[in-house]
């Protein structure tokens, strides 16, 4: 099928990055969130990123008014109803997820395909109560998205053919690198980085180095672009820890479960680069390693 307009629910940090490659790419864009304030954060989240590229002169100003010019905000899922393809990138909860996809198979036509963002729920559940299986996938973005080139395309034991192969060439019509990746959780990315970083976490309290060393020790050691400590602050120390409670609760493996360090640092507020506080302090420049936490 020809996809020409896309829905994207939810416009936060990853909605917000979808919607804006997806317009990007030539789609037109209806991007949903649940209030005016929330819609006017990820819209604004938008506008900045469009203005730091004419700023640098990656973007003429016309290239970003056309991007613009495709985007309309909304609050009503209703407005979803006349799109090819909707992605969905709310809040990681099964539950929630749910509720999304049967308010829209009540507005959108049969044709629509339908797509989740999760990056560690079962794209089966989901498809089970989308009331269209069969045109379910997941489209598994890394933040953040107008950067980060690989796509994730999951397919749950329900879904078409035809379903991920749309998905598959919408992924590469985004100027993406898509990979194909079975409903496991964690799927291929999350299910090796994941017990990668809680290790970190675990020889940080078991003295094994510093915050410092152990990051140095990755970057240098193993050409990582940052160390570990430093990834587990980007992505979101709470990201994490709710990933990894998803990964140990269906495998129950010690490795996938969250060190005793990084619950009580979620416990305790301290989740990273968002919160100014976390294996590192941002409240300085440059951030310098957090004492005390072992």
């Known amino acids: 099928m020809e996809i020409r307009t896309v829905g994207v629910v939810g416009c936060g940090l990853m909605g917000s990055g979808i919607a804006q490659v997806c317009a990007e790419a030539g789609f037109k864009v209806v991007v949903r969130e649940v209030s005016e304030e929330l819609l006017g954060k990820g819209l604004g989240r938008i506008e900045s990123f469009l203005k730091k590229g004419v700023d640098k002169g990656k973007l003429t100003p016309e290239r970003a008014q056309e991007v613009r010019g495709r985007l309309e905000g909304t609050t009503a899922l209703e407005r979803l109803a006349g799109c090819d393809f909707v992605v969905e990138a709310v809040v990681e909860s099964l539950e929630a997820k749910r509720e999304v996809y049967q308010a829209l198979h009540k507005v959108c036509p049969p044709s629509t395909l339908f797509a989740s963002n999760t990056s560690s729920l079962s794209i089966t559940e989901m498809a089970a109560a989308s009331g269209r299986a069969d045109r379910f996938v997941g489209l598994h973005f890394f933040n953040p998205v107008p950067l980060m080139r690989l796509v ?4 749950s034991p ?16 985004l100027g993406k690198t898509p990979i194909r990746a079975a409903d496991r959780t964690g799927f291929i990315v ?18 094994v180095g510093s915050t410092a060393d152990i990051d140095e020790g990755m970057r240098l050691g193993c050409g990582h672009p940052m160390g570990p400590l430093t990834l587990l602050d980007f992505v979101g120390l709470d990201t994490t820890y709710y990933i990894a409670d998803i990964m140990f609760d269906e495998f129950r493996e ?21 919160s100014g506080r976390g294996f590192y302090d941002y409240s300085q420049e440059p951030p310098r390693p957090v004492a005390g936490l072992v």
Do not use: C, H, I
């Open 152 to 155: 994730e395309v999951v397919r």
């Open 158 to 173: 329900l879904t078409s053919a035809p379903t991920v192969e749309a998905a598959f060439a919408f992924a590469q019509r």
């Open 190 to 207: 999350n299910r090796l980085l994941v017990p990668y970083l809680l290790d970190a976490v675990r020889a940080l309290e078991e003295g």
């Open 254 to 274: 010690k490795r996938f479960a969250p060190p005793p360090l990084l619950k009580r640092m979620v416990q305790a507020g301290m989740l990273g680069k968002k």
